[in-house]
């Protein structure tokens, strides 16, 4: 098999002052931040359907994007033409994980048998790859929006058969991420979220949504697959209401199902905004809950209202989810997964290393501008010091659970009014970021 791009080789780390576009100025893997390496802190993943099955088609029109190596073939042909293609890109970006849907690598089959015997020819020369780069597989997918079957949604379809396909696939796929060492296993409610309330048995449906997750909780029990859950949120798009529209709202269903201890949610930013939240508000919920598992590393454009999925290219983005992760302590089992792709008018290959380079580097330097400015400390030091009055007095009683309303009431009364407010200095902290970025 001739390389699928030729003219390139791996892509170097060259430092700040290159003027080589297809070379890292700031992501350099080894480098320690806070005394681990910057590979281990991001650990970058490739996704598989936007890079190898992306064409560029949008609402409005076909591919734009006919890829040299896809020409000659179709159906398992070319799935089998794109695997090394994939590994070839992933090891010049040196990006050390993946991730892929089920029927982002093999092709649907006439059946449910077809199907899962075209995913294991693939699955051979996934794990070909696998031995041959050390790429590793950060999350498994099953695709449960795409077909047919799925139009009024997989686990949450008023078609109980549907219910059983989507099991029998998701069933399929644990197997194979199992099998082929995957650190994780995503679910997307792909098509989990009614268009119309006029035929829907919201309740239901939402029922039926919790009993196929404890279903695959048990099917992982059984199987030994250690892997990590993730739920994904978003809003909408393709329905117009998605169950798990935000963090929020998962780690509330989750909550209300008793499935929170076995799932961690994969947040991605484009899905942030559309729910009208920013990543930064989306990590800290999950943060919060001790359920910050992955991220699915993108941006939406500010003028679109849909999921455009763009690569992030923001140094305050990247900042503030790199200053989030750090303080959480660090990523374990998820990564920065780009889960985003190319314009469609970026149709040429190279465009594909020029998008994740971009990423690549603005989260490296997201990741340095987040260690410095909690080296420099003054922001940490002012948001501890706005909270001061919960540190001691009435307000470490209050948190303690030491008084109640009778007590607070009768020690207000005592001393007439509240202790004058101080200012929260917003001004002040966006310069004190820019002094950094
Ligand atoms: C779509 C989602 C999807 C998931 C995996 O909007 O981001 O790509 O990440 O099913
Ligand atoms: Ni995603
Ligand atoms: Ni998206």
Known sequence: ??????????????????????????????????????????????????????????????????????????????????????????????????????????????????????????VKLLKEQHKRTGVKLLWGTSQLFAHARYAHGAATSCNADVFAFAAAQVKKTLEVTKELGGLGYTFWGGREGYSTLWNTNMKRELEHLAKFLHMAVDYKKAIGFKGQFYIEPKPKEPTKHQYDSDAAACLNFLREFDLLKHFKLNLETNHATLAGHSMQHEMQVAIAAGALGSMDANTGDELLGWDTDQFPTSIYLTTQCMLEVLKMGGLTTGGVNFDAKVRRESFEPVDLFHAHIGGMDAFARGLKIAAAIRKDGRLAEFVKQRYASWDSGIGRDIEKGKVGFRELSAYMMKKGEATANTSGRQEFLENLINEFI
């Open 1 to 122: 098999m001739p390389a699928a791009f030729p003219n390139l080789g791996a892509i170097r780390y060259e430092g700040p002052n290159s003027k080589n576009a297809l070379a890292f100025k700031h992501y350099n893997p080894g480098e320690l931040v806070e005394g681990k390496p910057m590979r281990d802190h991001l650990r970058f993943s490739v996704v598989y359907w936007h890079t190898m099955c992306g064409n560029g088609t949008d609402v409005f029109g076909g591919p734009t994007a006919i890829r040299p190596w896809e020409k000659k073939f179709t159906g398992l042909d070319l799935a089998k033409a794109r695997v090394p293609v994939f590994f070839e890109f992933a090891e010049k970006l040196g990006a050390p994980f993946y991730a892929f849907h089920d029927r982002d690598v093999a092709p649907h089959g006439k059946t449910l048998r077809e199907s899962n015997s075209f995913f294991d020819a693939i």
